[in-house]
Protein backbone atom coordinates (compact mmCIF):
# COMPACT_ATOMS: atom_id res chain seq x y z
CA UNK A 1 0.00 0.00 0.00
CA UNK A 2 1.28 2.86 -1.23
CA UNK A 3 -0.32 6.66 -0.56
CA UNK A 4 0.30 9.98 -2.30
CA UNK A 5 -0.63 13.42 -0.49
CA UNK A 6 -0.54 16.54 -1.72
CA UNK A 7 -0.91 19.67 0.54
CA UNK A 8 -0.11 23.10 0.05
CA UNK A 9 -2.76 24.38 -1.95
CA UNK A 10 -5.23 27.56 -1.64
CA UNK A 11 -6.17 31.05 -2.34
CA UNK A 12 -3.44 33.35 -3.47
CA UNK A 13 -3.62 37.06 -5.19
CA UNK A 14 -1.83 37.27 -8.59
CA UNK A 15 1.76 37.88 -7.81
CA UNK A 16 1.91 36.06 -4.98
CA UNK A 17 3.68 32.78 -4.40
CA UNK A 18 2.68 29.29 -2.59
CA UNK A 19 4.85 26.05 -1.96
CA UNK A 20 3.26 22.82 -3.02
CA UNK A 21 4.36 19.45 -0.89
CA UNK A 22 4.08 15.86 -2.05
CA UNK A 23 4.90 13.07 0.25
CA UNK A 24 4.91 9.35 -0.62
CA UNK A 25 4.11 7.33 2.20
CA UNK A 26 4.25 3.57 2.38
CA UNK A 27 6.67 0.42 2.27
CA UNK A 28 8.89 2.47 0.04
CA UNK A 29 12.95 1.73 -0.90
CA UNK A 30 12.95 3.61 -4.50
CA UNK A 31 10.88 6.30 -6.37
CA UNK A 32 12.61 7.16 -9.77
CA UNK A 33 10.78 10.26 -10.53
CA UNK A 34 8.40 12.16 -8.98
CA UNK A 35 6.28 15.39 -11.34
CA UNK A 36 3.94 17.76 -10.83
CA UNK A 37 0.66 18.00 -13.45
CA UNK A 38 -2.11 20.26 -13.36
CA UNK A 39 -5.28 20.43 -14.40
CA UNK A 40 -8.16 23.12 -14.97
CA UNK A 41 -11.77 22.91 -15.48
CA UNK A 42 -12.41 21.78 -18.94
CA UNK A 43 -8.74 20.98 -19.82
CA UNK A 44 -6.40 18.50 -20.25
CA UNK A 45 -4.11 17.38 -17.31
CA UNK A 46 -0.68 18.77 -17.97
CA UNK A 47 3.05 17.86 -17.34
CA UNK A 48 4.38 20.98 -14.94
CA UNK A 49 7.72 19.75 -13.84
CA UNK A 50 9.34 16.52 -13.38
CA UNK A 51 12.63 15.61 -11.10
CA UNK A 52 14.50 12.12 -11.07
CA UNK A 53 16.40 9.82 -8.25
CA UNK A 54 19.58 12.52 -8.76
CA UNK A 55 17.97 15.47 -9.20
CA UNK A 56 17.58 15.68 -12.80
CA UNK A 57 14.67 18.29 -13.62
CA UNK A 58 12.23 19.22 -16.53
CA UNK A 59 10.18 22.08 -16.27
CA UNK A 60 7.54 23.63 -18.67
CA UNK A 61 8.11 26.59 -20.81
CA UNK A 62 4.77 28.31 -19.41
CA UNK A 63 5.87 28.28 -15.98
CA UNK A 64 10.05 28.09 -16.57
CA UNK A 65 11.52 31.10 -14.13
CA UNK A 66 8.68 31.22 -12.28
CA UNK A 67 8.43 27.49 -10.88
CA UNK A 68 10.81 25.24 -9.31
CA UNK A 69 10.67 21.96 -8.13
CA UNK A 70 12.61 20.19 -5.42
CA UNK A 71 12.80 16.89 -3.82
CA UNK A 72 13.92 15.34 -0.37
CA UNK A 73 14.93 11.65 -1.19
CA UNK A 74 15.43 10.48 1.94
CA UNK A 75 11.57 12.24 3.02
CA UNK A 76 9.69 10.61 -0.38
CA UNK A 77 8.83 14.18 -0.73
CA UNK A 78 8.72 16.62 -3.67
CA UNK A 79 8.01 20.51 -3.92
CA UNK A 80 6.76 22.82 -6.04
CA UNK A 81 7.64 26.87 -4.98
CA UNK A 82 5.46 28.84 -7.08
CA UNK A 83 6.26 32.48 -7.64
CA UNK A 84 4.71 35.80 -9.78
CA UNK A 85 1.69 33.62 -10.13
CA UNK A 86 -1.07 34.69 -12.49
CA UNK A 87 -4.63 33.93 -12.85
CA UNK A 88 -4.37 31.49 -15.48
CA UNK A 89 -1.92 29.17 -13.45
CA UNK A 90 -5.19 28.46 -11.44
CA UNK A 91 -6.04 24.83 -11.51
CA UNK A 92 -5.97 21.15 -9.50
CA UNK A 93 -2.45 20.26 -9.08
CA UNK A 94 -1.48 16.25 -8.83
CA UNK A 95 1.66 14.82 -7.76
CA UNK A 96 2.22 11.86 -9.26
CA UNK A 97 5.29 9.35 -8.38
CA UNK A 98 6.75 6.59 -10.98
CA UNK A 99 9.13 3.84 -10.68
CA UNK A 100 7.98 3.13 -7.03
CA UNK A 101 9.53 0.43 -5.33
CA UNK A 102 8.94 -1.05 -2.59
CA UNK A 103 9.97 -4.49 -3.19
CA UNK A 104 10.75 -5.99 -6.95
CA UNK A 105 8.07 -4.59 -8.22
CA UNK A 106 7.27 -1.39 -9.36
CA UNK A 107 4.30 0.93 -9.65
CA UNK A 108 2.84 4.42 -10.15
CA UNK A 109 0.65 6.52 -8.23
CA UNK A 110 -1.40 9.62 -8.15
CA UNK A 111 -2.02 11.64 -5.49
CA UNK A 112 -5.84 13.12 -4.76
CA UNK A 113 -4.70 16.87 -6.00
CA UNK A 114 -4.63 20.18 -4.40
CA UNK A 115 -6.28 23.25 -5.34
CA UNK A 116 -4.81 26.23 -6.12
CA UNK A 117 -6.76 29.42 -6.71
CA UNK A 118 -4.99 32.81 -8.39
CA UNK A 119 -7.34 35.87 -7.62
CA UNK A 120 -7.39 38.25 -10.56
Known amino acids: QVQVVESGGGLVQAGGSLRLSCTAS????????MSWYRQAPGERRELIAR???????NVANSVKGRFDISRDNAKNTVYLQMNSLKHEDTAVYYC??????????????WGQGTQVTVSS
Open 51 to 57: IDNVGNT
Open 96 to 109: YASGVYGGSIGGNY
Open 26 to 33: GRISRIDA
